[in-house]
């Protein structure tokens, strides 16, 4: 089965960017979802199809994908964005979704 | 406004069952693919399994966990989905959530219900 892989963590600054990457293999010929997840809340789609966004997203949240990584980046990170963030493809054949890992975004 | 609303959950010994329900609002359902995706305590997310609209053919593909053990259908006339779950473990508890899977996104999931939390445990 196809396999995610994203760093348990990321720390950054206010105001910084902070870039979260998600492996596998040939990712760059899937599309690539991204979702926030905040405690104790239902997952959000914050990016979806490698680099769109959902109306009500803030222009800061981007992404990425290409070769065998894709990236979410957050520019002039806030407070709010502190979140766990998760990777979304679907499978070689498509019929199933696969999840990475999550990514825990702590802002400084 | 989409609205997703699970309900069903509870605690359960380990081999029993149990039958979650999620009512949609706001949207054509029959139209929509719908999944659940589930997420243990302290742990990521997990996809489940989904069913596809009856015009794509109304069938359902599943995780290898839970194959043969969970059963996703839905109402279309009541704008609900349900997962019937069989021979529970231990592993299966989680919050479970359902979700609207946007065909013309690539699948991205697009709304979420607020979860509803199953614990297996004797």
């Known amino acids: 089965s196809y396999v995610l892989t994203q760093p348990p963590s990321v720390s950054v600054a206010p105001g910084k960017a902070a870039r979260i990457t998600c492996g596998g293999n040939n990712i760059g010929s899937k599309n690539v979802h991204w979702y926030q997840q905040k405690p104790g809340q239902a997952p959000v789609l914050v990016v979806y199809?490698?680099?769109d966004r959902p109306s009500g997203i803030p222009e800061r949240f981007s992404g990425s994908n290409s070769g065998n990584t894709a990236t979410l980046t957050i520019s002039r990170v806030e407070a709010g964005d502190e979140a766990k963030y998760y990777c979304?493809?679907?499978?070689?054949?498509?019929?199933?979704?696969?999840f990475g890992g999550g990514t825990k975004l702590t802002v400084l | 406004e989409v609205q997703l609303v699970e309900s069903g959950g509870g605690l359960v010994k380990p081999g029993g069952s149990l039958r979650l329900s999620c009512a949609a609002s706001?949207?054509?359902?029959?139209?929509?693919?719908m999944s659940w995706v589930r997420q243990a305590p302290g742990k990521g997310l997990e996809w489940v399994g989904h069913?596809?609209?009856?015009?794509?053919?109304?069938?359902?593909d599943y995780a290898a966990p839970v194959k043969g053990r969970f059963t996703i259908s839905r109402d279309d006339s009541k704008n609900t989905l349900y997962l019937q779950m069989n021979s529970l473990k231990t592993e299966d508890t989680a919050v479970y959530y359902c979700?609207?899977?946007?065909?013309?996104?690539?699948?991205?999931?697009?709304?979420w219900g607020q979860g509803t939390l199953v614990t297996v445990s004797s």
């Open positions: 199809d490698d680099r």
């Open positions: 069913i596809k609209s009856k015009t794509d053919g109304g069938t359902t």
């Open positions: 706001g949207f054509t359902f029959s139209n929509a693919w």
């Open positions: 979304q493809v679907c499978d070689s054949s498509c019929d199933h979704w696969v």
């Open positions: 979700t609207r899977d946007r065909y013309n996104w690539n699948w991205a999931l697009d709304y």
